[in-house]
């Protein structure tokens, strides 16, 4: 299937501080983004979706202000945590549909953010 | 979008077969019923989907009710590396723009 890689994979950082996760689609291109949040032992939640080109849409309740999508070009969506909190720590994970194969989606790794 | 209903979990021998239900009796005409797993500290992988009839590759099998308001996941001979959250997701039809809506899914041990 087609490939989707997150950077990093695991981040720490100083409360207050901002923290960039990368999303790329390494072997197809992306029009479309999708950024999650998990909290531990729970399910997914969506907080956004990216389009290249436009500005992101963001789902009920997450601050935009907040969680900034840039999806610069056809291959790389980034969220950027900023002003974060110990409340912000959670896993990160972003999925990108590949036409290619019928639009299926394709999430990455995952990037667990701890902030201290 | 159209609901699923999934057991919290199921227990599996290893080298047995693995049957994994989902129910979706809102599903409308329109709707995929898409697969993927989570292992632990992992993102989501995609396994498997359907709309009408069923599905085979060489992770799964997807065996789909007449009506289309349940489904079937089929592991055929589980491993110890297919422990993980299996997600049942129905997503409508029309570009690369509709996400996945995650529930809970069914936890998935598998018992050396």
């Known amino acids: 299937g087609a490939v989707v890689s997150q950077h990093p994979s695991r981040v720490i950082c100083k409360s207050g501080t901002s923290v960039k996760i990368e999303c790329r689609s390494l072997?197809?291109?992306?029009?479309?983004m999708f950024w999650y949040r998990q909290f531990p032992k729970q399910s997914l939640m969506l907080m956004a979706t990216?389009?290249?080109?436009?500005?992101?849409?963001?789902e009920q309740g997450v601050e935009k202000d907040k969680f900034l999508i840039n999806h610069a070009s056809l291959t790389l969506s980034t969220l950027t945590v900023t002003s974060a909190h110990p409340e912000d720590s959670s896993f990160y994970i972003c999925?990108?549909?590949?036409?290619?194969?019928?639009?299926?989606?394709?999430f990455g790794e995952g990037s667990w953010l701890t902030v201290v | 979008d159209a609901k699923t209903t999934q057991p919290n979990s199921m227990e599996s021998n290893e080298e047995e077969p693995v049957h994994l239900p989902c129910n979706h009796s809102?599903?409308?005409?329109?709707?995929?019923i898409h697969w993927y797993r989570q292992l632990p500290s992992q993102g989501p992988e995609y396994v498997i989907h359907?709309?009408?009839s069923n599905v085979n590759n060489r992770m799964a099998s997807l065996a789909i009710a007449e009506d289309r308001k349940s489904s079937t996941l089929i592991l055929h001979r589980a491993t110890l590396r297919d422990a993980a959250v299996y997600y049942c997701?129905?997503?409508?039809?029309?570009?690369?723009?509709?996400?996945?809506?995650f529930g809970s899914g069914t936890q998935l041990t598998v018992l050396p």
């Open positions: 999925s990108a549909p590949d036409r290619g194969s019928g639009n299926t989606i394709y």
């Open positions: 072997d197809f291109q992306a029009t479309t």
């Open positions: 990216s389009n290249e080109g436009s500005k992101a849409t963001y």
């Open positions: 809102t599903i409308s005409g329109t709707d995929y």
């Open positions: 359907g709309l009408t």
């Open positions: 997701i129905l997503r409508p039809s029309g570009g690369s723009a509709r996400q996945l809506t």
